[in-house]
């Protein structure tokens, strides 16, 4: 199969003028570890991965209910060990659940077996969860193994959302669908703090600065009319108090300038359908 990417325009269903994804990475502490270390990680960094499954993913969770919007969570396996009732919480709300590793480990170069084994073991603990086995992916700290794309397509995942290379959805090679991000429309570019690494990181950037960023991006692509535009969230740092407000009005602004506000599955399988049929015309 032929790589197509959308520079020949992708329409959105019922005149939408961009699909919008708002993507929740719930990776709790082990977010931390991937950034220091396992190694150096004390009381405060764990409790600061911890208010993602508290007080963060509640917020997260009541703005959603409120706005009546869908979302995609990716989780890595072990946070279904550690926190079962706060993943519950968010198959309770019909959001899809995607695939995120199982420890989070971004090594580049884990060996494929290795990778296999995350993936049968958190497909199993994401199917008891919510019924279903995930059709998406997302690498941890954005990070894809070579052989990544060839195995998730044959363990049957129809996207991955991870690469950074456009903004339009695109096919991969064998047929995956790409949904890119963008590291401007991450919260951790924003809001991640830290004293603990080689040299302090400290981005609290004020939530209305944040929002223009957004804002202008999403205005900008919404007007080239074939993009997407992935928020790629994590509930600890966009669940503190100032900072949901503000993504609750962003994602009002969004909902009232005709955005397609969709989960990844949904925007994948139009996208895909999509392609499939224009390639068939061609032909
Ligand atoms: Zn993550």
């Not at 899809?96 to 494929?112: A, L, M, R, W």
């Not at 950037?205 to 944040?210: G, H, K, N, Q, S």
């Not at 960023?213 to 600890?236: I, M, R, S, T």
């Amino acid at each position: 199969m032929i790589s197509i990417k959308n520079g020949d325009g992708i329409r959105w269903p019922e005149g939408k003028r961009i699909a919008v994804m708002l993507t929740f990475d719930f990776d709790a502490e082990l977010l931390r570890h991937s950034v220091i270390g396992k190694k150096n990680i004390g009381f405060a960094d764990r409790s600061r991965g911890q208010y993602g499954t508290a007080d963060g993913l509640e917020r997260c969770v009541s703005m959603l209910e409120r706005l009546r919007v869908p979302a995609t969570f990716f989780i890595p396996g072990q946070i279904f060990e550690m926190y079962p009732e706060a993943v519950r919480k968010i198959a309770a709300l019909g959001c899809e659940i995607g695939y995120h590793g199982y420890d989070h480990d971004h090594t580049v170069g884990i060996p494929e077996a290795q990778e296999m084994e995350n993936l049968e073991k958190s497909e199993k603990l994401i199917q008891a969860c919510c019924g279903k086995k995930p059709v998406g992916a997302r690498g941890p700290l954005d990070v894809l193994q070579e052989y990544s794309a060839e195995l998730l397509k044959k363990r049957g995942y129809l996207y991955d959302s991870t690469l950074k290379d456009c903004d339009w959805p695109y096919l991969l090679p064998n047929g995956l669908v790409e949904l890119p991000t963008d590291v401007a429309c991450d919260d951790f570019s924003y809001f991640y703090f830290s004293y603990a690494d080689e040299a302090t990181i400290n981005c609290s950037y004020l939530p209305d600065e944040v929002r223009i960023f957004w804002q202008d991006a999403y205005d900008e692509l919404a007007a080239e009319g074939d993009k997407v535009f992935v928020l790629k969230l994590h509930p600890q740092l966009i669940g503190r108090v100032s900072r949901i407000r503000m993504l609750e009005q962003f994602i009002l602004y969004m909902q009232q300038s005709g955005a397609w506000i969709a989960s990844c599955h949904d925007v994948a399988a139009y996208v895909k359908a999509f392609y499939e049929g224009k390639e068939g015309e061609a032909k």
